[in-house]
């Protein structure tokens, strides 16, 4: 059974700086790629980061670039999500989510697993 | 690229058919997704490559469409259906989603 668990999520003050972890188990994490998705309190769903199965490529949203960074390390099973320069609008629920099929299919995505997510709270 | 769903709120009863909609500001070809997210839980995939359920989805739930306009349809609602559908769009950066479609007991 494939399982996702989200952890790191606090709250910090704007300005600030968090590490969100993901520890995937139950399929061969070293062979897919893995995003973050967030929520904002009652909002939708928006996407985040994209990291390639190896770590070669990583792709933001605009929202994002330049403050988060996204890595894995696939002897642990584990993908991160590296927040700078936090903002208010930041503040979300963050799921880890798994593409659908291994390696690169000629697309990333969609996404077939997610874990339950972890609340990151930004907030003076 | 931006994904609009409609309507915001749709209210359906018990047995009913519901058809919800998404509409790409340009072609995904049949690159799109549906979820299902109940409150409280994580997103479900649903559908994919528009049109496939996903591993042990029932077959009341389906997806048409390609390009830029896409239905999911769910046959006869059941009461654990009542939940918030996005579909999403994996065609190319970014992985868009819509803004959702509520379904409600009417």
């Known amino acids: 059974e494939v399982r996702l668990v989200e952890s790191g999520g606090v709250v910090v003050q704007p300005g600030g700086s968090l590490r969100l972890s993901c520890a995937a188990s139950?399929?061969?994490?070293?062979?897919?790629?893995m995003h973050w998705v967030r929520q904002a309190p009652g909002k939708g769903l928006e996407w985040v980061s994209l990291i390639s199965w190896d770590g070669s490529r990583t792709y933001y949203a605009d929202s994002v670039k330049g403050r988060f960074t996204i890595s894995r390390d696939n002897s642990k099973n584990s993908l991160y999500l590296d927040m700078n320069s936090l903002k208010p609008e930041d503040t979300a629920l963050f799921y880890c989510?798994?593409?659908?099929?291994?390696?690169?299919?000629?697309?990333?995505?969609?996404?077939?697993?997610w874990g339950q997510g972890t609340l990151v709270t930004v907030s003076s | 690229m931006v994904m609009t769903q409609s309507p915001a709120t749709l209210s359906v009863s018990p047995g009913q058919r519901a058809t919800l909609s998404c509409r790409a500001s340009?072609?995904?070809?049949?690159?799109l997704a549906w979820y299902q997210q109940k409150r409280g839980q994580a997103p479900r995939l649903l559908i994919y490559?528009?049109?496939t359920r996903a591993t042990g989805i029932p077959a009341r739930f389906s997806g048409s469409g390609s390009g830029t306009e896409f239905t999911l349809t769910i046959s006869s609602l059941q009461s654990e259906d009542f939940a918030i559908y996005y579909c999403q769009q994996y065609k190319k950066w970014p992985w868009t989603f819509g803004q959702g479609t509520k379904v409600e007991i009417k």
């Open positions: 139950g399929f061969t994490f070293d062979d897919y790629a």
């Open positions: 490559g528009a049109s």
């Open positions: 989510a798994k593409d659908l099929d291994p390696f690169w299919s000629g697309s990333y995505g969609p996404f077939d697993s």
């Open positions: 340009q072609s995904v070809s049949s690159n």
